[in-house]
Each structure stands twice: as C-alpha cells, then as structure tokens.
C-alpha cells in the first residue's frame, strides 16, 4: 500500500481456511548504523577477494587434474610408465593440496609443475608421431607413384553417405 506495507491475503476454497501474510519495510537503521555497514563491507572486501581467488584456484587445480586424468587415460599407452606415474602421483599431490585448502601458491605451484611435466609429454607424444609419420611418407616417397616433394596436389573431396 501507499506505506510499503505488503500485504497478501490467500483463501483455500476448498476448505475455507483463509491465512495472511504481512511485510513491511521497516528500515530502523540510522544513517550511522548504514555507514558502519559500507565501513564494515569495504573492510572485509580485500579479505573477500583473497577467498574468492582461493577458490577459483582450487576449481581451476580440480579441472586441470580432471583434464590430465583423462588425457592419461587417452594417450596412456603411447607414454613411458614412469612418466605415467609421475603424473599420476602429481595429480594425487594436486588433489591433496585441493583437499588440505592449501594457500593460492602452493596449488599454482604444483599446477605449473604438472603443466611441465604434460608439455614435455606432449612434446615426446608429438616427436614419436611425427617420426613414425614422416618415416611413412619417406617410402611411399621413394616408389614413382606419388607426388614429389613440393609438388602441390589440388583435390576436392567429397563425402558420399
């Protein structure tokens, strides 16, 4: 109503029980009180900020493990099993440091030395595919049927289903 009184009435027809509902705005708060809330808000913020990028870290540690786990999963025979386990165990000492509510450094840190670990992997992954490829290409390279090095082949491919 014209006071910001809310008030809401319900009526159950079937039995005829009626109930009533009120809010009011009652806003007692002085102008002192309101200004030691900001002061109080503003006070708490940086603490608020520091939790907050806590979190986010161990969310990002969770992803980042879940992500490793899998492409250990995927890739897992294409790599030496002692570089397996030491992802492996990384990703158990990643998911400890989560567990414990490690500080924000200790979590990035064992997440970049994880991440080091997985480049160098990836890198060894990369080398003995491309190694296996351009060892493939070298003999079909050798016999006259296909196109010379350099040589640029125009094709359109096309799908049939």
């Known amino acids: ?9 319900a009526k159950d027809l079937g039995t005829g ?3 009533k509902v ?10 002192e009180e309101i200004d030691e809330m900001i002061k109080k808000a503003e006070q708490f913020a940086e603490e608020d900020r520091r939790i907050k990028e806590e979190a986010d870290t161990r969310n990002q540690a969770e992803s980042f493990a879940y992500s490793l786990e899998k492409t250990l999963k995927d890739l897992g025979d294409k790599i030496s099993q002692d570089e397996k386990s030491k ?32 480049y160098k992997i990836s890198e060894e992954i990369y080398k003995t595919s491309s190694t296996g490829a351009s060892s493939g290409t070298s ?23």
């Open 1 to 9: 109503d014209a006071n910001g009184i809310l008030t809401v009435h």
């Open 87 to 118: 992802i492996e165990k990384g990703i158990s000492e990643l998911r400890d440091l989560v567990k414990k509510n490690a500080g924000k450094s200790e979590i990035e840190a064992k997440m970049n030395e994880l991440k080091q670990l997985s």
């Open 22 to 31: 009120t809010v009011t705005g009652a806003s007692t708060l002085s102008k």
């Open 139 to 161: 003999a079909s390279s050798s016999s006259d049927q296909g196109p010379q090095e350099g040589e640029v082949i125009d094709a359109d491919f096309k799908k049939e289903n």
């Open 17 to 19: 029980k009626e109930q």
